[in-house]
């Protein structure tokens, strides 16, 4: 199939796309393309209009402060990859763009997109939610907001979006030298969207411990240590049956088969963290 007949506007500020969002509700923003393309030539998506927005320079950018990195909407995960950008999460974030589906998608996918997008099975939402990372929108007339990923994401493709608005950025805290991650994702071969997922970040100096199960059919669910607890959560979720009551508790559901997935790539990911 090909997709059905939609007008293209390529604008080159933030302000433009908005204003082009916020006047024609059944708009879509383009950035990569790779979930909405095709989903044009399937006819699951039929827009009266696409907004490029991979030419708007703001959202190309790097910010660095002290505490933080900002990677704008349209940096790609090759760029991320390839430690093309600033990387506050010393060499986590190029490890898990690797494994997204393949070198041609990560050429052009980028991650503000997949944020946006927000398939419960995508690599980033639950790698930046585990790493306590915020989403920067932009909407109609300069307003301007942020909420945490977890916030951001509502359900399944359901975001906190609302008329008009785009994904400007998201805004990455800096681990520390004492920081350890573990990420672990289960599919059926190579390049395929995750059956389960699992990502520990554990930063002592920081105070933070989060653990995220992801590919649930839902937002990522999120087990947190209280300030200086993380090592005790971690030693406990070494356990399949502990690693099991957690998931439950954080609203993971699903057959046997299911949560065997989960517990498994849970439990990988907590083994990356504790291991010597």
Not at 197 to 212: F, K, L, N
Not at 230 to 242: K, M, N, P, T, Y
Request: proline share 5%; with cysteine; charged share 25%.
């Amino acid at each position: 199939m090909k997709a059905a007949a939609f007008d293209y506007a390529r604008p080159d500020t933030i302000a433009a796309a908005c204003a082009l969002l916020a006047a024609d509700p059944d708009a879509k923003v383009m950035a990569g393309g790779q979930s909405l393309g095709p989903m044009l030539n399937l006819r699951l998506a039929q827009p009266s209009r696409l907004v490029d927005i991979t030419r708007i320079r703001d959202l190309a950018r790097i910010e660095e402060s002290d505490d933080a990195v900002v990677l704008g909407a349209v940096v790609t995960h090759a760029a991320i990859e390839d430690g093309r950008i600033a990387d506050p999460s010393r060499g986590f974030l190029p490890r898990v763009a690797r494994g997204i589906a393949y070198r041609a998608v990560r050429t052009r996918g980028t991650v503000g997109g997949s944020l946006a997008h927000a398939d419960p099975a995508a690599d980033w939402l639950s790698t930046l939610t585990a790493l306590g990372a915020e989403i920067l929108i932009s909407g109609p007339h300069g307003a301007r907001r942020h909420l945490p990923v977890g916030d951001f994401v509502r359900g399944a493709m359901s975001t906190a979006l609302e008329p008009g608005e785009i994904v400007d950025g998201v805004r990455i805290p800096r681990l520390s030298a004492a920081a350890r991650c573990g990420f672990h994702k289960i599919c059926r071969k190579t390049g395929e969207f995750a059956e389960g997922m699992g990502v520990a970040v554990h930063d002592p100096e920081r105070g933070v411990c989060r653990i995220v199960a992801g590919a649930g059919g839902g937002r990522p669910a999120v087990i947190e240590a209280s300030r200086g607890a993380g090592s005790r959560l971690l030693a406990r979720l070494v356990d399949a049956e502990a690693v099991r009551e957690a998931l439950i508790e954080a609203g993971v559901a699903g057959d046997e088969y299911r949560m065997r997935v989960h517990v498994a790539a849970v439990r990988r990911a907590v083994a990356e963290v504790v291991s010597p």
